[in-house]
């Protein structure tokens, strides 16, 4: 996985002009604290995430950039990553094909930004980071392994959307859905100690931030904090039907990337929290957590219909855990 990933990011390295790759490459995670602070930018809003844009990018360049995409997700992650810079388009109709200050178009598939950090294949830790609205990929490679592909976001807005023949589009359909049947399935007692709110909050609690703190309250939200000590329902109470559940909406998270590269999770250590209402069309969030597992979803803005979700391993996103073992071996702390 390593090795077609570095020869993806290669490929698409040498395709650019020097004043594109200006953009689109950087230091690597190891040449010091400057190079570090551009690799932990987090954001999932349409702003620049920093790296060269598709819409700078000519055809068959656009083509290898997806290539470097692709070479870090699932055939299903990457056709759902697809789907949500498409989904632009649509917005960009339902807003009125609005403009903003420096932007012809504010809602534009061709904002998506993909930078490289450090020599890929080279001997030195390199990665790579791809964002734009509603997309955050994270991806560290360390001694010619795979060591983090978290934090990972992915929203969708509109969340539903009509389809010919009285379909409806919804990249994220079963991310929700699954959630839902497992709480409606509690018991009365049970669902008492998963459902910890009735409003739900105006977005994932984690937000932006590039990295958890380590203290007890990892983030004060009045209806739903996020603490080091996991709020829910733990894993061990469900029944066999619900543990399959759970264990499906585990893999529409995990499932994003491809198979063999996430460690297994103990359902029984991973607690389930919800806020707002189980009806479907209303306001809800909820979160998964466990020891190096944080995932948290929201669909509560523009009616219920604009959702957002986030895969994170408090512990060791970016791979921070992984590049402090590197130093300590390499170079003697």
Known sequence: MAAEMAAAATAWLASLDPEQRRLAQRPGPADGPEAEADRLRFDYVPTDHGGLPLGLQRPAQQSLALGLVASGLSTAGYVTVCGVIGLENVLDNTEGLRSSAGRERFRDPGLYYLRVFGEPGGPGPWAWRFGGHHVSLNNLVVDGRLRAMTPCFIGTNPAAAPLLGAGTLRLLGATEDLARDLVRSLSPGLRARAVLADTAPGDIVSGSRPRL????????????????HPLGLPGRELDDGQRRLLEALLAAYQGRVPDGLVRPVDLDTVHLAWAGSTEPGLPHYYRLQGPRLLVEWDNTQDGANHAHSVWRDPEADFGLDALADHRVRHHGG
């Open 213 to 228: 703190p380590a203290a007890d309250v990892l983030q004060d939200d009045r209806q739903l904090p996020l603490t080091a």
